[in-house]
């Protein structure tokens, strides 16, 4: 089991186990991660699942597509360089130990 890691806004980490093949902000929710809202339920339609990148192998990172590059200018906290929206990062061997720091509001 792959894992990751997730701070939230009051500087609490998460670590969570993550099946490969499953997508970040899914694995949030499905831990009771509440920061990540996920209202589209990950059909990158809404930017709720804002994360930034803190640590671990990013340069294993799938390509930003532009679709997510272009939802990622409506989110809600302001958009950094290691932005991106984790419904969009599937986890995979080579992401084990990502670190993403919840972007804060997500709404």
Known sequence: ???ATFI???GARRDVDVPVGTNLMRAA????IDEIVGDCGGSLSCATCH???EDGPAHALPAMASTED???DYTAAPRQATSRL???LVMSAALDGLVLR???PQV
Do not use: E, P, R
């Open 1 to 3: 089991m792959t894992k």
């Open 8 to 10: 939230c806004a009051d």
């Open 29 to 32: 929710c499905d831990h009771g």
């Open 51 to 53: 994360v930034f990148v």
């Open 70 to 72: 272009q939802m990622l």
């Open 86 to 88: 984790s419904c969009q």
């Open 102 to 104: 919840i972007a804060n």
